[in-house]
């Protein structure tokens, strides 16, 4: 069992920058892929990144590709979303997720695939 507990949002300017932190309990967190997923309102929640269980391999949508950096600390059980250039509609409720997968793998894009989640983190940015 995970617990994912995340923060770091918050209301920021345009072209500011933040970093999501998802703090996950237990002693088996490298046995995780982490991911991050974000819902705007009236939207469908969507993929914006994925960083495997050694942190060498990540994935993220084509929406966020080189302004987000996904990462992960496994001596402190973290997980963190780096945020630059952000734009309004990169509002959203950003949620982190878990995978207990036997693989070394970012290919994890798909909400389904995820075991455990956060209980999200509003980020605004106004313009």
């Known amino acids: 069992q995970v617990q994912l507990v995340e923060s770091g949002g918050g209301l920021v300017q345009a072209g500011d920058s933040l970093r999501l932190s998802c703090a996950a309990s237990g002693r088996t967190f490298s046995s995780y892929a982490m991911g991050w997923f974000r819902q705007a309102p009236g939207k469908e929640r969507e993929f914006v990144a994925a960083?495997?269980?050694?942190?060498?391999?990540?994935k993220y949508a084509d929406s966020v590709k080189g302004q987000f950096t996904i990462s992960r600390d496994d001596a402190k059980n973290t997980a963190y979303l780096q945020m630059n250039s952000l734009k309004p509609e990169d509002s959203a409720v950003y949620y982190c997720?878990?995978?207990?997968?036997?693989?070394?793998?970012?290919?994890?894009?798909?909400?389904?695939?995820?075991?455990?989640w956060g209980q999200g983190t509003q980020v605004t940015v106004s313009s």
């Open positions: 960083i495997s269980r050694s942190g060498s391999s990540t």
């Open positions: 997720a878990a995978v207990l997968t036997p693989y070394d793998s970012s290919s994890f894009a798909t909400q389904s695939r995820y075991n455990y």
